[in-house]
């Protein structure tokens, strides 16, 4: 069984100041994780992963994710936000032997605000 | 590369009317997923194909809903009748199908499903 629980469902911050986006997750098996962005009416994108290579992710537009197994944390960082990243973030697990399956979290609401 | 194309965009019917959304994966990708989205909640896997065979489908209703992949390439996602709590965003996604559980997964931009 797999799953995830991310601890904040909104998050307000300032432009130009450091964002945090708690995740935690639990899995029976080795696990692959991801952050997903979606900004209104439209598709979910990819914003970085974790397959057990290194623990420390960078990904996309200045984010990136530590993964920390003995924390079972996943959690989404970046050093300065900007008025585009408002939206809401999906971390999500998907765990050997279950077939690709991806399990969301409910979801963050990040707003940026002057 | 042209991503995951879904329509229509946004659809409006009364309930226990029928309606149907179509999905064009990427190209060269075997794995297809549906998932529904509702209001306030993460997206939840409807039913997966491997090419045009179902690989998961325990999470459909069954009884409203079908799903089909001709030919391993396009997918229509049917639901009828409707009910009011159909209400949500679909979801379409595709991935390689070649990396198991560490495939990246890449989402259409769904279709939203008013049920009045």
């Known amino acids: 069984a797999q799953s995830v629980t991310q601890l904040d469902s909104h998050v307000s911050v300032s432009e130009g100041t450091p964002v945090l986006l708690r995740c935690n997750y639990s899995s029976s098996y080795s696990p692959s994780l991801f952050w997903y962005v979606q900004h209104p009416n439209k598709g979910l994108q990819l914003l970085l992963k974790?397959?057990?290579?290194?623990?420390l992710v960078k990904g996309i537009n200045g984010f990136e994710a530590e993964f920390k197994k003995s924390e079972t944390s996943f959690h989404l960082t970046k050093p300065s936000a900007h008025m585009s990243d408002a939206a809401e973030y999906f971390c999500v697990v998907s765990a050997e032997g279950g077939g690709n399956k991806l399990t969301f979290g409910t979801g963050t609401q990040l707003k940026v605000e002057l | 590369e042209a991503g995951v194309a879904q329509s229509p965009r946004y659809k409006i019917i009364e309930k226990r009317q029928s309606v149907a959304f179509w999905c064009n994966p990427i190209s060269g990708h075997a794995t297809l997923y549906w998932y529904q989205q509702i209001l306030g909640q993460g997206p939840k896997l409807l039913i997966q194909?491997?090419?045009?065979?179902?690989?998961?489908d325990s999470q459909l209703p069954k009884d409203r809903f079908s799903a089909e992949r001709l030919k391993g390439v396009d997918s229509t996602l049917k639901i009828q009748p409707a009910k009011l709590e159909d209400s949500a965003v679909y979801l379409c996604a595709s991935s390689s199908g070649t990396l198991g559980y560490t495939d990246t997964q890449y989402f259409g931009p769904g279709t939203r499903l008013t049920v009045l």
């Open positions: 974790y397959t057990s290579a290194a623990t």
């Open positions: 194909f491997q090419n045009n065979g179902v690989v998961d």
